[in-house]
């Protein structure tokens, strides 16, 4: 079973700062499966970033994914109030497919 | 445009059964694979189960195993997800999600609540 930790837990920053949030996996997920989603608060998940990089659509060009092999990051350039949720990593490569813990984020 | 639509949630006393429906709309069902994710409370979100397009490939969680079965009907555009033998333990918002590009579609989710 591959585990997804994600850190921080929680990340405070001011609106415009640059979040950068962290998923490491406990085995390499081979051809980049991983995904990350958005969560606000009494809604269902949202599909941001999938394969790693790609940006779902719809998906503002602030979010942006990068990484490979048992390292991952989802950066937000430019926070904005809208984007205050939780988000999660998510891992498809093989089952049973996991989800990080999530790192909440707020604005200060 | 794809819509997902979660019923058959409530309060359940423990032991019992529960069957989920998700009622799919928008895309070609019978060539997607559907998952099961659920969230408890204040919780983070948990995988629970998928099925392949024609129902011939399913994987669970381990701690639904031998409780829980997805199913689907292709011609009615549904997936299920009965839940045998539930404990406090599997109360949670109950989403499905088609898989396209990772999870790539949700409903808005249906509460089981198991309690005496």
């Known amino acids: 079973e591959i585990v997804l930790t994600q850190s921080p837990g929680t990340l405070s920053l001011s609106p415009g700062e640059r979040a950068t949030l962290s998923c490491r996996a406990s085995?390499?997920?081979?051809?980049?499966?991983l995904a990350w989603y958005q969560q606000k608060p009494g809604q269902a998940p949202r599909l941001l970033i999938y394969?790693?990089?790609s940006r779902a659509t719809g998906i503002p060009d602030r979010f942006s994914g990068s990484g490979s092999g048992t390292d991952f990051t989802l950066t937000i350039s430019g926070l904005e109030p809208e984007d205050v949720a939780v988000y999660y990593c998510?891992?498809?490569?093989?089952?049973?497919?996991?989800f990080g813990g999530g790192t909440k984020v707020a604005i200060k | 445009q794809v819509h997902l639509v979660e019923s058959g949630g409530g309060v359940v006393q423990p032991g019992r059964s529960l069957r989920l429906s998700c009622a799919a709309s928008?895309?070609?069902?019978?060539?997607?694979?559907m998952h099961w994710v659920r969230q408890a409370p204040g919780k983070g979100l948990e995988w629970v189960a998928v099925l392949s397009s024609d129902g011939s490939n399913k994987h669970y969680t381990d701690s639904v195993k031998g409780r829980f079965t997805i199913s689907r009907d292709n011609a009615k555009n549904t997936v299920f997800l009965q839940m045998n033998s539930l404990g406090a333990e599997d109360t949670a918002v109950y989403y499905c999600a088609r898989d396209y590009n990772g999870l790539g579609y949700w409903g808005q989710g249906t509460l089981v609540t198991v309690s005496s």
């Open positions: 998510q891992q498809y490569y093989k089952s049973p497919l996991g």
């Open positions: 394969d790693a990089s």
């Open positions: 085995q390499s997920i081979r051809s980049t499966y």
């Open positions: 928008g895309f070609n069902f019978s060539t997607n694979a």
